[in-house]
């Protein structure tokens, strides 16, 4: 068997999509099981440029299947235009299929995430606003309605009129806004099971046969670990475990059968929406890092604040996950800046030094972290594809995080097409 989980280190965005497709053309199984269609990851292939947001970014590539396992939460309309339009592109997706224990994000749960945010004022998360919170909660609640549920019109209904006794009372007494009816809603979701209705099957099965046959499985992670439910600056988080431990319950696979965990984390940091970011570059540089590493969100546009590495949260996220294996992308947007700053210990408000992650959220804002400086380059590195082609200070660098971490940096990203890699040693 030989099972391969990538995931976040940071704030999302690390360059997952890129990672994730660069190992499909030799995985058996290409696995989303978290997140929804909140996620946004960006796949070169030549100048063609693919964003997937629900799809695994295996789906260019897998020759095998594509699976959005149980605990990923599904837009089906999304679904269903994100089918077309890789289709459109000349790609196939008849390999791709859904858990039949996947939770279903209704057009209720948008509702409730937009009314919600928008009732905030400045306080706000700054969530993608797909819904993602909202079906969450109801899948907890135990109100949720699963894909499974889509094949049946008797339940369906039910549970749709179940639903909307509650949601309507709220749109209409506290948020103000219009009531949905049961009927649209019901025939636009029975028409949506019967078109997907060969592709939602039981995911969990086959899997965990498939790890007993010794397939290469690869699971894809959404977000990252500064924004999960747990293990991130809660409540700026997202709604789910975007680690690797949410690999066991969002596939339905035993922890003794993950091998490769695979942490991909920026050569810098950026975080969409609101929370603290300890390292933010609120500054020229800043801008230009955004400018250079094209920092705007692959799902809603917004620009990505950004920052200077951290390894105090990188080692956090590397000890929540388990990671045996670093990615280091974007270290080509790097290039041409003087000093390279690393920040490796925090300063609390009462003047103590600390090397850990906090769990105070309301204290980080008043952190200071404490830096390291290293040596930049100059060199252009978008056309490196060995180690020993980096500049010595681009090498020291990587090196600098390797030790700091204790994990050795596998792959070094330094570009964003397909074959922009450094890999330094064959995973597979
Ligand atoms: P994901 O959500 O983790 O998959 O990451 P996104 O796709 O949202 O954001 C990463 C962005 O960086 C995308 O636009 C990628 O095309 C781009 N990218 C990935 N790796 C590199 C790299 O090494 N260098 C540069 N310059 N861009 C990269
Ligand atoms: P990928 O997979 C970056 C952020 C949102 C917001 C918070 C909660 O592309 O790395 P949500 O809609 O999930 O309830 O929003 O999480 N967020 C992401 N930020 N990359 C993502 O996904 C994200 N998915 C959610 O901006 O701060
Ligand atoms: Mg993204």
Known sequence: MSTYVVVGLQYGDEGKGKITDVLSAKSDYVVRFQGGDNAGHTVYVGDEKFVLHLLPSGVLQCKGKCIIANGVVVNPKAF??????????????????????????MPYHILLDTYREEEQGGTQIGTTKKGIGPCYEDKIARVGIRMIDLLNPEVLREKIEKNLKTKNSLFEKYFEKPTLDVEEIFQEFIALGELLKDRIVDTELELNEAIRDGKNILFE????????????????????????????????????????????????????????????????????????????????????????????????????????????????????????????????????IIDYFTSSTTKLYDYEPQYEELDGWDEDITNARTYDELPANAKKYIEFIEEHLGINVYLVSVGPERSQNIIRKELF
């Open 80 to 105: 269903v235009k994100e089918i077309n339009q890789i289709e459109s592109k000349g790609m196939r997706t008849d390999h791709v299929f859904i858990s039949r224990r996947a939770h279903v994000i």
């Open 221 to 352: 992670g959404a977000q990252a670990l500064m924004l999960d439910i747990d293990f991130g600056t809660y409540p700026f988080v997202t709604s789910s475990s975007p680690s690797t431990g949410g690999v066991c319950t969002g596939a339905g696979v035993p922890p003794t059968a993950l091998q490769n965990l695979i942490g991909v984390a920026k050569a810098y940091t950026t975080r969409v929406g609101n929370g603290p970011f300890p390292t933010e570059l609120d500054n020229e540089l800043g801008e230009n890092i955004r400018q250079i590493g094209a920092e705007f969100g692959a799902t809603t546009g917004r620009p990505r604040r950004t920052g200077w590495l951290d390894l105090v949260s990188l080692k956090h996220a590397c000890m929540i996950n388990g990671i045996n294996n670093l990615v280091i992308t974007k270290l080509d947007v790097l290039t041409g800046i003087h000093p390279l700053k690393i920040a490796t210990k925090y300063k609390t408000e009462d003047g103590k």
